[in-house]
């Protein structure tokens, strides 16, 4: 039956879509200009990165966080080379996720891309690990982002009514890929939570036009990571495959290929961003 099928495909030029050979320029294809995103945690750090490089590339972008002087100035200094919008909010609490919904569902009718990045950790030993480090970090990493796009469904479908799909992209971590070097327990369940949650979510809300996949960074110089890499920087670039921590446009790269035309088939997926860190592991010995 299959050799039948392909037999009639090849010998009958009919049957073959030649609409689907058809591919766009570089510059249709990675194209994101146009587009609503919001980037939560994106007063600095990694979601600092990716805003830049969607503000850069033509993306109306709003920033969230909970200081709401450093996101107002990071969207000034933003708004002189394109359109970015800070909206401060707690996303630790239910209120903080429903405040943000809210004042997006009041200010665009849709939303084409949702980074959840904002996140936390909390590392400590076994024996002293508290709830409070517990709770913090998976209601932020991992109750918020669910919450957060549920609430923003409306406008994410809105958007999958147009040209192209709409987009979410969680920031896990390759902490959730692999066991992490310190005691960060939590952090490290939030982080394969939503790595998971991400392949659950792809599978129900692709019939809405909505694909969700995320991003597994490796180090990235950030407040979060400051105290590591002022202490270990040269051990962990010398132990990276590619010889370095990651920088801005490792991952607005990332990010804007997943928000483009090219990364419309992409869907459920976890792409670690780590310089080959998660790849080469198992190695047991150094060359
Ligand atoms: N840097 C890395 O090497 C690395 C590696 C793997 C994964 N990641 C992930 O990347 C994401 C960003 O981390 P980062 O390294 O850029 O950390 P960061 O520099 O500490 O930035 C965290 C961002 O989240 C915001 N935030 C923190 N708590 C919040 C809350 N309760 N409500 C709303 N916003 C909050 C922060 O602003 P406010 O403090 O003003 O709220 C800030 O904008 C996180 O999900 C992290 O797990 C980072």
Same mark, same amino acid.
């Given at each position: 039956?299959?050799?039948? @099928? ?35 945690? +994106? ?41 970015? *919008? ?12 429903? !405040? ?28 002293? @690990? ?15 982002? @669910? @919450? ?47 790595? !998971?949650?991400?392949? !659950? ?16 960074? +490796? ?16 051990? *962990? ?37 780590? +310089? ?12």
């Amino acid at each position: 039956m299959a050799a039948g @099928f392909e037999q009639a495909a090849v010998s009958d030029p009919q049957t073959i879509n030649r609409d689907v050979l058809k591919v766009k320029h570089m510059q249709d294809l990675f194209s994101i200009a146009g587009k609503v995103a919001l980037v939560t945690g +994106g007063s600095r750090g990694i979601g600092e990165m990716i805003a830049r490089g969607y503000v850069a590339n033509g993306v109306k972008t709003y920033i969230s966080s909970r200081n709401a002087e450093v996101c107002e100035q990071l969207a000034t200094e933003l708004s002189r080379e394109g359109e970015c *919008i800070a909206i401060p909010a707690d996303l630790g609490n239910m209120q903080g996720v429903d !405040h943000l919904a809210q004042q997006l569902n009041e200010r665009e009718s849709k939303l084409d891309i949702l980074v959840n990045n904002a996140g936390a950790n909390w590392g400590a030993n076994i024996d002293e @690990f508290p709830e409070a480090g517990w709770d913090k970090v998976m209601d932020l990493n991992l109750k918020s982002p @669910f @919450f957060l796009t549920q609430r923003l469904l409306p406008l994410l479908r809105a958007a999958a009514l147009s040209e192209q799909r709409a987009r979410v992209i969680n920031i896990g971590s390759i902490d959730g890929l692999s066991t992490p070097a310190f005691e960060t327990y939590s952090y490290a369940a939030s982080k394969a939570g939503i790595i !998971h949650l991400t392949r !659950h979510l792809a599978k129900f809300l692709a019939k809405d036009g909505i694909n969700v996949t995320a991003i597994a960074p +490796g180090p990235f110089p950030s407040k979060m990571m400051a105290a590591t890499l002022n202490e270990f920087e040269a051990e *962990i670039a010398a132990a990276n495959p590619c010889g370095r921590v990651g920088k801005a446009e490792d991952m607005a790269g990332v990010a804007i290929f997943l928000a483009s035309k090219a990364g419309e088939y992409v869907n459920g997926v976890t792409i670690p961003v780590d +310089g080959g860190i998660t790849a080469t592991l198992g190695s047991w010995v150094q060359p």
